[in-house]
């Protein structure tokens, strides 16, 4: 059935601090994964991405862990601003098509 | 700068009237996607295309439809809207093949009365 008035995960954190967002994917074989941030009445915004010969990438204030033991992935947010804040999606792939996960909302308050 | 623009950004139609969103892209991408998305969840892939081929979901309503006449433009139809239909749609595209990126549009917000 649909999830009606399903609520995201939320994570709160104070400006400045770094924020840690977990994603949990089901599939082995996947081999490629994303992040996106959406904000609200926008849509997903390319953050950072991973394929599965990684398990370690950084951009510019983002890192994205990848564990495949355990297939578990993580967005690391340094020194998180308000502008941050927004929902978070982590997706996965092994074809053209992107598997999303439910989300983490991130509040950034000051 | 602009590169997968939706219009229009926000639809009011009726229960059971016909509606028609668009999506056109400036990457030249071969694969356009659209998805349904609603509050607090995550997009669900409704259908997309490689360049001409269609490629439906197997959960997707019949009452969804696609058409891409060319590269950069797709629509989705909506034939007869129901209540439940009421959501953000996004089209996204992609390079094609595997382990790529898609660029997703601000989607279009769809009210139906």
């Known amino acids: 059935g649909e999830n009606v008035g399903l609520h995201l995960p939320t994570l709160s954190v104070q400006e400045g601090d770094n924020s840690i967002i977990n994603c949990a994917y089901s599939?082995?074989?996947?081999?490629?994964f994303i992040w996106y941030k959406q904000e609200s009445g926008k849509g997903p915004q390319f953050i950072i991405d991973?394929?599965?010969?990684?398990d370690k990438r950084q951009g510019q204030r983002v890192t994205v862990l990848l564990n495949k033991t355990v297939k578990h992935l993580s967005l690391q947010i340094a020194a998180t601003q308000p502008g941050d804040s927004a929902v978070y999606f982590c997706?996965?792939?092994?074809?053209?098509?992107?598997?999303f996960g439910t989300g983490t909302r991130l509040q950034v308050f000051p | 700068d602009a590169m997968v623009i939706q219009n229009p950004r926000y639809q009011v139609t009726q229960f059971g009237k016909p509606v028609t969103l668009s999506c056109s892209q400036t990457?030249?991408?071969?694969?356009m996607y659209w998805y349904q998305q609603k509050s607090s969840q995550a997009p669900k892939l409704l259908f997309h295309?490689?360049?001409?081929?269609?490629?439906n979901e197997a959960d997707t309503p019949d009452n969804f439809q696609s058409r891409r006449p060319n590269t950069s433009f797709c629509f989705l139809d909506i034939r007869s809207p129901g209540l439940g239909d009421a959501a953000m749609y996004l089209c996204?595209?992609?390079?094609?093949?595997?382990?790529?990126?898609?660029?997703f549009g601000d989607g279009t917000r769809l009210s139906i009365l």
């Open positions: 996204a595209t992609s390079t094609g093949g595997v382990n790529q990126p898609q660029h």
């Open positions: 599939n082995s074989a996947s081999d490629y």
């Open positions: 991973i394929r599965s010969n990684m």
């Open positions: 997706a996965e792939s092994n074809t053209d098509k992107l598997i």
């Open positions: 990457l030249n991408h071969n694969v």
């Open positions: 295309y490689y360049d001409k081929d269609f490629n």
